[in-house]
């Protein structure tokens, strides 16, 4: 990490290419960040996911979540919404607040996942409880509503308070 910061990006991508082939998840993860952002001689988005996957696959919660990310958006190449949430559930289930939301989300929109109120609320409350604000407005929303949840005024107060003291305003 030293060379990179330091912009030796040659010496810290040979360093990295070593420990990835040692097995090293996190060489893996930066390996393939430097190739998306063009640190790299031939950079290239397809050795990136290929990166991405090998340190998500070892169980990297933060490879999961740029995998996700990439597939969603078509970094990589074609988008692929079904692997992306799939990416992303286990991602969340490992307890990343972004995956939650992003799950959640995908639940509650019905892409890339079958629309499920339920999952959606499941999702929201986890990330919800794991600080987000957004997740925070949002749980207390369905709440509210009952929407994917029994609805429960309680709780629905709980949570628009708990996003209040974190800055966010019903707008």
């Not at 990835?20 to 060489?27: F, I, K, N, S, T």
């Not at 629309?115 to 409350?125: M, T």
């Not at 709780?155 to 209040?164: I, K």
């Amino acid at each position: 990490m030293r060379l990179y910061t330091q912009g030796r990006f040659a010496a810290a991508g040979r360093v990295f290419e070593r420990l990835a082939r040692q097995g090293l998840p996190a060489a893996s993860h930066n390996l393939a960040v430097m190739h998306l952002r063009r640190e790299l001689p031939q950079a290239s988005p397809r050795r990136a996911e290929a990166l991405f996957r090998r340190a998500a696959e070892a169980g990297f919660v933060t490879a999961q979540f740029a995998l996700a990310q990439g597939l969603e958006t078509g970094q990589f190449g074609p988008r692929d919404l079904v692997q992306a949430h799939d990416w992303y559930e286990r991602a969340a289930q490992a307890g990343s607040v972004p995956a939650q939301v992003a799950i959640a989300t995908a639940y509650y929109l019905g892409r890339g996942r079958a629309h499920d109120a339920g999952r959606a609320a499941h999702w929201y409350r986890q990330a919800a409880q794991g600080g987000d604000e957004g997740a925070m407005y949002l749980i207390a929303s369905m709440y509210e509503q009952g929407d994917g949840v029994p609805q429960d005024q309680r709780l629905a107060r709980h949570w628009y308070s708990e996003a209040a003291r974190q800055g966010v305003v019903d707008g």
